[in-house]
């Protein structure tokens, strides 16, 4: 009994997770606790259970979809050849961002504020390191290249104008090889400012 009862709450945590996801997309961050249990197909109390606060409900969607992406950049770094390594996990990066994005765009200011979003963000700059670091010792990547402007560009490239988006959402994979070309060693000449420094 017990585990049919472990099935049952793992099953109702992932339809809420995917439930809120697709809330928050739609209805910002306004949106109810009655509107995500309606969309899930369960109760209020099942969901407060889960998730005191609507925080604790932002947050393990983040993480659990953080968790996915830290494994497919884990993936790319052991890739052979430092190039194909760092493009992979690059499109990773930004497919993930794109898949998601009106979440992400729902939450991202929100999300700064919260000490355990900017830990999150700190493990993926911290799992992006070495991959940048083959990448400049093997002569692929431009000099002055750190984790977080990798973040930083694959979020700008994702975020395409709604006009665009509808005439193909997968637009933004053409400004991504553009921006791919630029990351590589002898691309344009050299970078004015340095890195940007996380938020805080």
Known sequence: MEAGLRVDAQRNRERVLVAARTVFARQGLEAGVDDIAREAG?????LYRRFPTKDD???????????????????AAAIEDPWEALETAMLALAESMAADRGFVDAVREHLLT????????????????????RGRAAGVLRDGIEPVDLLLLARGVVRMPPDRNDVDPRLWRRYMAIVLDGLRAGGAGELPLGPPQPAR
């Open 42 to 46: 369960v109760g209020v109390g099942t």
């Open 57 to 75: 409900l932002i947050l393990a969607i983040v993480a659990d979809g953080m968790a996915v992406l830290l494994e497919e950049i884990r993936a």
């Open 114 to 133: 919260l000490p355990a979003f900017l830990s999150l963000r700190d493990r993926l700059l911290s799992a992006w390191e070495p991959l940048v670091a």
